[in-house]
């Protein structure tokens, strides 16, 4: 029943924006810390960024602070991730999880009961 759906992908110039968005059903999403994850091709699904429960603290890997921000908008059921200067090396599928324990530290996949499908975010030099 609980479903994640991320939009606003695509294709983008270096040093360009993109705000990634996911739509959250089928759960309490006041109640679960979110998280932004990537994988690029041939490497690992990494850590981007997450956000507690109510949305007063956040947490970003080292090669996005500064450049992106997680928000969420617990009345449309909605998380968020602005991404500002944009590299090459940002392209990647990015996906959403949920944590039903609310946690903006999680940073494991493990932490995570749901996942979206992914978007895909393609940053050309």
């Known amino acids: 029943q609980v479903q994640l759906v991320e939009s606003g992908g695509g294709l983008v110039q270096a040093g360009g924006s993109l705000r990634l968005s996911c739509a959250a059903s089928?759960?309490?999403?006041?109640?679960?810390?979110m998280g932004w994850f990537r994988q690029a091709p041939g490497k690992e699904r990494e850590f981007v960024a997450s956000?507690?429960?109510?949305?007063?603290?956040?947490y970003y890997a080292d090669s996005v602070k500064g450049r992106f921000t997680i928000s969420r908008d617990n009345a449309k059921n909605t998380v968020y991730l602005q991404m500002n200067s944009l590299k090459p090396e940002d392209t990647a599928v990015y996906y959403c999880?949920?944590?039903?324990?609310?946690?903006?530290?999680?940073?494991?996949?493990?932490?995570?009961?749901?996942w979206g499908q992914g978007t895909q975010v393609t940053v050309s030099s």
């Open positions: 999880a949920g944590s039903k324990y609310g946690s903006s530290r999680f940073t494991r996949i493990t932490n995570y009961n749901y």
């Open positions: 956000i507690n429960w109510t949305g007063a603290s956040t």
């Open positions: 089928g759960l309490t999403f006041s109640s679960y810390g």
